[in-house]
């Protein structure tokens, strides 16, 4: 009966695969994910290109506030003293103006200022959000530091996950999640007690006007319910304004330095 013959371990090439796979390992290096300084940055630069063409149209909100304040309005039931209409309707024209003013440099600022948390938000939290591991499947090797990442980064890393080439990649999704964030955040500011006080203080300046120059009950009424609803009216359209006027084209020209900026954080 013939012996059983026991063969030895490759112990030889168990180690030479070992050490394979960890000089690969230790030269390719796992892909990081876009870190915090990484997500300012980006956040930043959006901001940075964007936030000029937030501008004219809060212009345009305190415009359309004024114009259509006195929209289908039969001013004559305001009083029997045409005199006394001129004086009332150019003066709290004049107050409302103010009041617009105040409002949309109040809220441009507000909006401005929270504008890169916005992008930020858009980016790394909406889904699908821009987060995960960027390893499996294998399609980029991280750079040296201060080595930036490449185009061709950017064409290969395929898949969403949390680095930057995955950003540059689907950099068209990720616009528009921020767009669709930026517009939500004014819809919000529209009902919230930012709106909310801005029609208070249009009501306030009705008020005033006119007591001023002793409008009766039905005049005061007419005037106040009429004014607040054709400012309410301004108000409400401006979500879809900006969702309409702010980058209509998507705001091409600033995509490269973007992209740029983007691919230099590792």
Not at 15 to 21: G, T, V
Not at 154 to 181: L, R
Not at 232 to 252: H, R, V
């Amino acid at each position: 009966m013939s012996k059983i013959q026991h063969q030895k371990p490759w112990t030889g090439c168990a180690l030479q695969l070992d050490s394979a796979i960890f000089a690969l390992i230790f030269i390719a290096g796992p892909v990081n994910s876009c870190e915090q300084d990484c997500r300012d940055g980006i956040s930043n630069a959006f901001t940075d290109k964007w936030k000029g063409e937030a501008t004219p149209i809060f212009q345009k909100l305190k415009a359309n506030v004024t114009a259509f304040l006195y929209y289908s309005m039969s001013l004559d039931k305001i009083s029997d003293n045409k005199t006394v209409i001129d004086q009332v309707t150019r003066e709290l024209a004049t107050e409302v103006f103010n009041d617009a003013d105040n409002f949309t440099k109040s809220i441009s600022k507000k909006f401005i200022t929270n504008m890169p948390q916005l992008i930020q938000t858009a980016i790394f939290v909406v889904s699908p959000a821009f987060l995960g591991d960027c390893n499996h499947p294998h399609r980029v090797d991280q750079p040296p530091k201060n080595v930036n990442w490449t185009k061709d980064d950017c064409k290969k890393m395929d898949y969403i996950c949390g680095n930057p080439p995955s950003i540059c990649h689907f950099f068209d999704v990720a616009k528009q999640k921020c767009f669709n964030q930026l517009s939500q955040n004014i819809a919000n500011i529209t009902t919230n007690s930012d709106g909310i006080a801005f029609i208070k203080t249009i009501k306030d300046s009705v008020k005033a006007i006119a007591n001023k120059h002793n409008l009766n009950s039905d005049g005061t009424q007419f005037l106040s319910d009429n004014v607040i609803a054709n400012a309410q009216s301004s108000l409400n359209g401006f979500a879809d304004k900006f969702s309409t006027e702010f980058c209509p084209d998507g705001c091409p020209e600033f995509d490269d330095e973007i992209k740029n900026l983007l691919l230099s954080f590792p």
